[in-house]
């Protein structure tokens, strides 16, 4: 079965703090997306990555294959980056965009 | 920018009305997507649509049925509506795997 854990459930951290999420999947997922959800809105897809190293700003997503773990790092954290971050696998072999999803982390980045 | 549109941001109903949830999007995908989200559960799929009058289960499909007659829109329908089934909804699209969701719906059932 088709799993994705996240860690942690929950993080405080001061602003400017770097902050990590992890994730880890099962076999059988190929590609990785980490997602933004803010609260009360609707989702933002921030990186889908099936190899390396993608950066976007202050956001970092990595993806280690032979490991099955991917993280999310977040530099100079800013309070407007409070928000649940999650983790979602998807499988090619099976439904294109149909993902399997993290239980979520939620971050709040005190001023 | 890709636009996915749902038509209601709060509804609230009652035990036994039929409950209609619109999606939207702009951009031509195939691809289209019903979710609900609950505390501690995470996101799951209910149906998902490849095409026109296409449509799958998802792993929560009871209590549910959808319809895609145009491409731009796949609509959720609650035939009967229970408490259980009071949520978050998020539609969303995808093109090349990526993902693209709308604001989401919650609705309360009393």
């Known amino acids: 079965k088709n799993e994705v854990e996240q860690s942690p459930q929950n993080l405080t951290a001061q602003e400017g703090e770097f902050i990590t999420i992890n994730c880890s999947y099962s076999?059988?997922?190929?590609?990785l997306h980490w997602l933004q959800q803010h609260p009360g809105g609707g989702i933002v897809s921030l990186f889908m990555?099936?190899?390396g190293k993608k950066k976007h700003g202050r956001l970092i997503a990595t993806i280690n294959i032979q490991e099955k773990h991917s993280s999310l790092h977040i530099t100079a954290s800013h309070p407007r980056d409070s928000a649940v971050y999650i983790c979602?696998?998807?499988?090619?072999?099976?439904?294109?965009?149909?993902?399997?999803f993290g239980k979520g982390t939620k971050l709040s980045v005190k001023p | 920018d890709v636009k996915v549109t749902q038509s209601s941001r709060y509804l609230v109903k009652r035990t036994g009305e039929k409950v209609f949830l619109e999606c939207v999007q702009d951009m031509d995908h195939e691809n289209m997507f019903w979710y609900r989200q609950d505390p501690g559960l995470g996101l799951r799929l209910i149906y998902f649509s490849y095409d026109v009058k296409m449509k799958e289960k998802g792993d929560i499909p009871e209590g549910y049925s959808v319809s895609r007659e145009k491409k731009e829109r796949f609509s959720l329908i609650l035939e009967s509506a229970s408490t259980n089934q009071t949520s978050m909804y998020l539609c969303?699209?995808?093109?090349?795997?990526?993902?693209?969701f709308g604001e989401g719906s919650r609705l309360t059932v009393l």
């Open positions: 969303a699209s995808s093109y090349g795997g990526e993902l693209f």
């Open positions: 990555l099936s190899s």
């Open positions: 076999v059988g997922i190929s590609a």
């Open positions: 979602a696998g998807s499988n090619y072999g099976g439904s294109q965009g149909n993902l399997i």
